[in-house]
């Protein structure tokens, strides 16, 4: 079945250092991307998604390119600020299917 | 201002105890569902609802019933709480677009304990 698989956190990274948070999917078709993240103590909200193949999703500075021929979504940050501190989750909705499969999740620490 | 809304934010309550949590979205989404968040498990669905009248089972529905009598509203019933499902859970809504999910927007949470 369609797969969702994150880098184990946490991370744990400086003020100002480059993220890479590695997500990559198993799923038949052509697949939406999404990357939630979840600041503490509150809910999910959506960070950024691609629809198709070679888009990339962008958005307060994080990016992710949808990458069919590895079948991978990492989400990437060129300098990290301590408000990032955050969970962040990787997600795909099948094409056709109303569901959303989740990753596990992956927590972000970064320290000033 | 478009939002999920999730009543109470916090919960402690005895093990048996009937209790409902409810759920409320204001943008006219047909799709509804329940997640719960447990450490080390991420997000789990118990329940979900493609429009109203229409519910079915998510991946962890033991011990909870749902029902979609309007478009805005999805309540989680517990009939009769045990400590397992002590838990943090969340309602969402989306859309459906072009036969697909649209984004997912989620309710603040609700942080249940059963003693």
């Known amino acids: 079945g369609d797969s969702v698989t994150q880098m184990e956190g946490p991370v744990t990274l400086s003020e100002e250092a480059f993220l890479t948070i590695n997500c990559t999917y198993t799923a038949t078709g052509y697949p939406s991307l999404f990357w939630y993240v979840q600041y503490p103590g509150e809910g999910l909200q959506l960070l950024l998604k691609?629809?198709?193949a070679d888009d990339k999703g962008s958005n307060k500075g994080f990016e992710a390119t949808y990458r069919k021929e590895t079948t991978s979504f990492h989400l990437e940050k060129g300098s990290v600020q301590v408000s990032d501190s955050a969970v962040y989750f990787c997600?795909?909705?099948?094409?056709?299917?109303?569901?959303?499969?989740w990753g596990a999740g992956t927590k972000l620490i970064i320290k000033p | 201002e478009a939002q999920v809304t999730q009543n109470p934010r916090y919960l402690i309550t005895v093990t048996g105890k009937k209790l409902t949590v409810t759920c409320s979205q204001n943008m006219n989404h047909e799709y509804m569902s329940w997640y719960r968040q447990d450490p080390g498990l991420g997000l789990r669905q118990i329940y979900y609802s493609m429009n109203v009248e229409v519910t079915d089972k998510g991946d962890v529905p033991e011990g909870y019933k749902v029902s979609r009598k309007e478009k805005r509203n999805f309540p989680l019933i517990l009939e009769s709480p045990s400590p397992n499902q002590t838990s943090l859970y969340f309602c969402?809504?989306?859309?459906?677009?072009?036969?697909?999910?649209?984004?997912?927007?989620f309710g603040q949470g609700t942080r249940l304990t059963v003693v």
């Open positions: 969402a809504s989306s859309l459906f677009f072009q036969g697909a999910r649209t984004e997912a927007f």
């Open positions: 997600a795909l909705s099948p094409r056709g299917n109303y569901q959303l499969i």
């Open positions: 691609a629809t198709k």
